[in-house]
């Protein structure tokens, strides 16, 4: 399977908690984006790396969640004291170079904070 | 700043109608990218199409077509003889220089049997 994938695929965490997740992207592709999908909303932007440099970040992205890309493969987001709002699905996307701009997108990680 | 607004929230059709999902769009910018995404129960976001702002060419493919208009700022998506695994949530999205995508509320399609 070349396609992106992510661990785990559910995560059930208490309020206060730490977690992270992992992303693999398509293997040639340089370009990796963080979404947020709640219930009943479109996905929404997190951040994007290129390579290893963490490029752009969302408003959303508040202090207690950190993303890396070291040596610019997989991703991890982390998210440190966990609240009730931070349950959502979290979806990675890589993109490959330029010209091809479409993002395909991994399973995602669904996290529900007790 | 960008938005993609999908006013229809749900649809159901029954089994062989067509059936077209509305998508309207809006930015400054002059060069952008339309796509669309198919969600299925499932969950997994799957690429169905790009457009290119400069290419205003619609596009069929089997029994999907898209009709792009700058003119009214739209990006419409037509199911021909809808079919049951069709059902799912279908997300409109736009990106900008910026590369990351913005998307609508999706609409959610059930097709009947």
């Known amino acids: 399977d070349t396609g992106v994938s992510q661990d785990p695929r559910h995560k059930i965490t208490k309020r206060g908690q730490n977690v992270t997740f992992r992303c693999d992207p398509i293997?040639?592709?340089?370009?990796l984006y963080w979404y947020r999908q709640t219930l009943g909303q479109g996905p929404e932007f997190l951040t994007y790396?290129?390579?290893?440099?963490?490029?752009?970040k969302s408003r959303l992205l508040s202090d207690r969640f950190s993303a890396e890309r070291p040596k610019g493969s997989f991703s991890t987001l982390e998210i440190q004291r966990t609240e009730q709002g931070d349950s959502a699905m979290y979806l990675c996307?890589?993109?490959?170079?330029?010209?091809?701009?479409?993002?395909?997108f991994g399973p995602g990680t669904r996290l529900t904070v007790l | 700043a960008q938005k993609v607004t999908q006013a229809q929230t749900e649809i159901s059709v029954v089994e062989k109608e067509d059936v077209t999902l509305d998508c309207v769009y809006e930015?400054?910018?002059?060069?952008?990218?339309l796509f669309w995404y198919k969600q299925p129960p499932s969950g997994e976001l799957v690429f169905l199409i790009r457009?290119?702002?400069?290419?205003?060419q619609n596009e069929i493919s089997g029994r999907y077509s898209w009709n792009f208009q700058k003119s009214t700022s739209s990006f419409n998506f037509t199911i021909t003889a809808s079919q049951v695994v069709d059902s799912a949530v279908y997300f409109c999205?736009?990106?900008?220089?910026?590369?990351?995508?913005?998307f609508g509320k999706g609409t959610k399609l059930s097709v009947i049997p």
């Open positions: 996307a890589s993109r490959g170079g330029r010209g091809e701009n479409e993002q395909f």
């Open positions: 293997s040639e592709h340089n370009r």
């Open positions: 790396f290129q390579n290893e440099a963490q490029l752009e």
């Open positions: 930015t400054r910018d002059t060069t952008y990218y």
């Open positions: 457009r290119n702002s400069f290419d205003e």
């Open positions: 999205a736009l990106s900008e220089l910026k590369h990351q995508l913005t």
